[in-house]
């Protein structure tokens, strides 16, 4: 079992920055791909950005890439997404994830986070 607890959420300006923190339960943290999932008013949740669980590779929704970066420290059990660039219509709820698998689809994913909110002003 793996908890996830998400912080570092808020409200900021466009062109601001934001880095959001996922710190996970468990000795077995080092064995999962994590990732991170957003999920605007009214819409679909989506794949956000993907880290294998070395750290070795990562992958990153068409709509973020250059903006956002995902990092991991094992030995702390915490990954990162760093937020760059900020626009309005990243304005959602993410939510950090953990799975064996992990890949663009929800259902490749075994455990989530509460989320947290981020709002970017225009």
């Known amino acids: 079992q793996v908890q996830l607890l998400e912080s570092g959420g808020g409200l900021v300006q466009a062109g601001s920055s934001l880095r959001l923190s996922c710190a996970a339960s468990?000795?077995?943290?080092?064995?999962?791909?994590m990732g991170w999932f957003r999920q605007a008013p009214g819409k679909e949740r989506e794949f956000v950005s993907v880290i294998t669980s070395s750290g070795a590779r990562t992958d990153y929704a068409d709509s973020v890439k250059g903006r956002f970066t995902i990092s991991r420290d094992n030995a702390k059990n915490t990954v990162y997404l760093q937020m760059n660039s900020l626009k309005p219509e990243d304005t959602a709820v993410y939510y950090c994830?953990?799975?064996?698998?992990?890949?663009?689809?929800?259902?490749?994913?075994?455990?989530w986070g509460q989320g947290t909110q981020v709002t970017v002003s225009s």
């Open positions: 994830t953990a799975g064996q698998v992990g890949g663009q689809a929800m259902g490749t994913w075994d455990y």
């Open positions: 468990g000795r077995t943290f080092s064995r999962y791909r």
